[in-house]
């Protein structure tokens, strides 16, 4: 990089000079042209006409506009030259360096080139704006000889200096002056090309910073506009083409000198606005110029305002090197400095009328800026590696140094992780255990009172059986929450869509809780807009129910005064919908719990005044509370929000502290038909004379199960297991008794030895040859355990088993009913209250 600068130094230093003589050179190529006597002659004068106009004479070079959007009409003006020549040993040529127009030469009427026939030149620069004639030495006389130019053109002619003379000396004039208007325009060009995309490429590879974006799309379009200008066929006609070729200036000078500020750390928004406003309606502008017929006045105006453009990107690279103070930045403000005089001195050329073709020098101003910031660029992108690949080593070291700790801390994360994954499975195999082991008390205790209800008792005894049966069912109660999520985690709870009618339901829960609403002195009210009563819902109607109940459970739960307000009315949109909101005068939520009161067992602190903030009802799907202040397990509104989700229904919660709070559920609505069910109503009839069959490997539960089931008039025969209960069936039949058919099967699911009660039921109905009615039961709800029972085909129910429900299957065993698979409806709140008045016989 450091021979690269000062290989770069030397360019510098002798490519000003050059520059310079190239310029003097083209400025003045009649002293450039040394040649051999007799000189070339530069005639400057001729008799120009005009059809249907007298022949007047003009000074060279000559221009003719025609009128302002005028393309139809072709200007047609013939030049006549003399010069006088003596005799010349050597080839002559005619010379013309500036022609834009069709063009017809000839000398003393013998035509020397014909270009009338070729299309327009269309360039704004280009090589067939020169022409090189060589002249046959008999198409000449010694002394006056008469020179005749025809021209053609359809928008502007423009004719330059005439040179004759000797070829060889000419034709130097020549290549000098294509070589500079055109050659090394497009070799610049093709360099500056290279670099912009080397530019370009590098921002590729860090598109973080625009500094290589800006320069890269400046210097590429920069090239392009300069090798357009040479191309013999630009694809545009006027005025198009003098349009879009002057506004290619400002496409390359924009983001060149957003360039300059950004690198000088300038900051001038505003400035940078106007340049991108500036590109953006230049062509409106210029288009209107047209229109007006002032389009060359304009375009000489709209290139003066963006050279001024550049000064300020050239003042923001003064700026640069004042602050860096280095060679770096002198030699960017020289040759930005250099760049803006090119500029300059090519816009005073461009309105010089002594030449119709001048040298412009912007194109070389390109070689000095374009490699010089290139090598800025490159060097920083290069200081940037270089800085990462240390930083990489350094990281490395580290990595390297710290690699044996983080080691260490992989293992010790590793061994906690390990240990917090038994401790899990403890937990659980804890929680699966302490299930079943509570559940079979529980179990045993719902079928003791049941029983009990059944011996005369006197008042004392019955309200003491009484508030055993409202313990046992509280116990139940939360049971039942665990189930419920339990069996939403094994999937096992399966969603029934259908038309229904939503206000005969929600009439149904309002009388459900209005005795325990009356019991606190609350307000419980319906309210059911009847805007809409074409219109039903569409849901499933057991789980919406469960919902409801969960949420006006819960108000009637946690509200101390005031009421409960159970509404329901229809909303419009594209979709209509029913929103079905709760709405309460509790305690209310803060606003930073009310996402967290759905989550599973989370429950609110009691406020300083004793009133329970927990927003939670663990009646199960479809269980409610029992008017006490007793708190729940923190499941009912994550109940609530599984079965939303479950069915795809929004649910919502508003609340304000010490003003109450409003829970929302949405459902959609239809205008289908409900479907007509049969009246509901649970299986009655007698039990007496019904052989069942109970396996189950706790002796407590199956002596309950025995009691309650003699009190139906049922015949009982129990068993640890399959054997034990096929024995007592042996056992009375070697002792003369003639034993029962058995009728019906209720089975634990887990026994001991690792048994499971559907391969017991398969055991007892190959015993008999019989397809026996069976129901199991389980005291364990692990998620596991009931997709297995689920998927089991036999009808099953958790344990505590409310007595009304065995009873109600028991019925329809009797009438050859209960022979479908599948999870047995879980009681209300009002039945699991009343389970041992409804079962006793």
């Known amino acids: 990089m450091h021979c690269f600068a000062k290989v770069y130094k030397v360019v510098a230093r002798l490519a000003a000079p050059a520059l310079l003589w190239l310029a003097l050179a083209s400025s003045a190529p009649s002293m ?308 803006l005089i090119f500029g300059v001195r090519d816009w005073l050329m461009d309105q010089d009328l002594s030449d119709n073709h001048p040298v412009f020098l912007t194109s070389f101003s390109g070689l000095l800026f374009f490699p010089l910031v290139a090598w800025i660029l490159i060097d920083g992108f290069v200081a940037t590696a270089r800085e990462l690949r240390l930083l ?126 009356a019991d606190k002195g609350l307000r419980l009210s319906v309210r059911v807009s009847g805007a809409a009563s074409g219109l039903r819902a569409y849901s499933d109607p057991m789980l919406v129910e469960r919902i409801v109940r969960n949420l006006l459970g819960n108000a009637v739960k946690y509200t101390r005064t005031g009421g409960v307000l159970l509404a329901c009315r229809k909303c419009g949109g594209a979709t209509p919908c029913w929103r079905i909101q709760v709405h309460d ?16 067992f989370f429950q609110l602190e009691p406020s300083s005044r004793g009133v329970a903030f927990e927003r939670s009802h663990d009646g199960g799907l479809d269980g409610g509370t029992d008017g006490s202040h007793r708190q729940g397990l923190g499941l009912g509104l994550s109940i609530v929000r599984r079965l939303s989700q479950l069915l795809d229904h929004a649910v919502s919660l508003k609340s304000r502290l010490g003003r109450g709070s409003c829970l929302t559920l949405e459902l959609p609505a239809t205008t289908d038909a409900a479907p007509v069910e049969a009246p509901a109503g649970r299986p009655e009839g007698a039990l007496n004379g019904l052989c069942v069959g109970v396996i189950d490997d706790d002796a407590q539960v199956r002596a309950a199960m025995r009691s309650l089931l003699e009190r139906w008039g049922c015949v009982v025969r129990t068993g640890e297991n399959a054997a034990e209960l096929l024995a007592d069936a042996t056992a009375l039949h070697a002792a003369a008794i003639p034993p029962p058919r058995l009728q019906a099967l209720v089975v634990d699911y887990q026994l001991r030895d690792g048994r499971t009660g559907p391969q017991e039921i398969g055991a007892v109905r190959l015993a008999c040859a019989a397809h026996l009615p069976a129901l199991i039961v389980s005291g364990v709800s692990a998620p596991t355990r009931l997709a297995e029972l689920h998927a089991s085909g036999f009808e099953w129910l958790i344990k505590p088993v409310p007595p009304q429900r065995l009873r109600s299957w028991l019925v329809a065993a009797l009438r050859g009913k209960a022979v479908h698979g599948g999870a047995a409806p879980t009681p209300t709140r009002r039945e699991a209250a009343r389970s041992a008045q409804q079962a006793a016989p």
């Open 585 to 600: 005068t509790g305690p209310g939520i803060a606003e930073a719990d009310r996402e967290r009161v759905f989550e599973e």
């Open 392 to 517: 990489n080593a350094e990281l490395e070291r580290r990595v390297a140094g710290k690699s044996a700790q983080l080691l260490q801390t992989v293992n010790e994360m590793r061994a906690a992780k390990d240990a917090a994954e038994a401790a899990d499975r403890a937990k659980s195999s804890f929680l699966a255990a302490a299930s079943h082991d509570l559940r079979q008390p529980a179990h045993a205790l719902g079928l003791y009172l049941a029983a009990l209800r059944g011996e005369t008792l006197n008042d004392a005894q019955a309200e003491l059986v009484d508030r055993m049966s409202d313990a046992a069912a509280a116990l139940d109660t939360m049971f039942n929450a665990l189930l419920d999520i339990s069996r939403m985690d094994a999937g096992a709870v399966e969603v029934q869509r259908r038309p229904f009618e939503l206000q005969p339901m929600l009439h149904r829960l309002a009388d459900e809780f209005a005795h325990d609403a």
């Open 32 to 339: 450039a042209a040394a040649a051999p006597a007799p000189p070339p002659q530069e005639l400057q004068q001729a008799q120009r006409q005009l059809p249907g106009e007298a022949r007047s004479t003009v000074v060279l070079p000559d221009t003719i506009d025609a009128a302002a959007g005028d393309l139809s009409t072709v200007l047609r003006p013939h030049y006549r030259l003399q010069v006088e020549l003596g005799d010349s040993a050597g080839r002559t040529a005619i010379y013309l360096p500036g022609v834009f127009a069709h063009a017809r030469v000839a000398i003393n009427g013998h035509v020397v080139a014909d270009r009338i026939r070729e299309p327009l030149p269309s360039a704004p620069r280009g090589a067939n704006r020169l022409l090189l004639a060589t002249v046959p030495g008999e198409f000449l006389r010694p002394g006056l000889n008469h020179i005749d130019v025809d021209m053609a053109g359809t928008r502007k002619t423009s004719l330059s200096r005439v040179w004759i003379g000797d070829e060889d000396a000419l034709r130097s004039l020549y290549e000098r002056k294509l070589l500079l208007t055109v050659h090394a325009p497009v070799a610049a060009a093709a360099i500056i090309i290279a670099l912009s995309l080397c530019v370009l490429l590098l921002w590729a590879r860090q598109t973080g910073d625009t500094l290589y974006a800006f320069f890269g799309i400046g210097g590429l379009l920069w090239a392009l506009h300069t090798v357009w200008t040479v191309l013999p066929d630009p694809m545009l006609r006027a005025p198009h083409l003098s349009i879009w070729w002057t506004m290619g200036f400002p496409f390359f000078i924009a983001p060149l000198v957003v360039f300059c500020i950004r690198l000088a750390q300038w900051d001038l928004p505003r400035f940078e606005r106007a340049l991108w406003i500036g590109v953006v309606a230049g062509p409106v502008l210029l288009y209107a110029a047209e229109f007006a017929g002032v389009l060359e006045t304009a375009q000489d105006y709209w290139r003066l305002l963006w050279i001024g453009a550049v000064a300020v990107g050239v003042a923001a690279v003064g700026r640069y090197a004042l602050r860096q103070r280095n060679v770096r930045g002198m030699l960017l403000l020289t040759v930005g400095a250099v760049a």
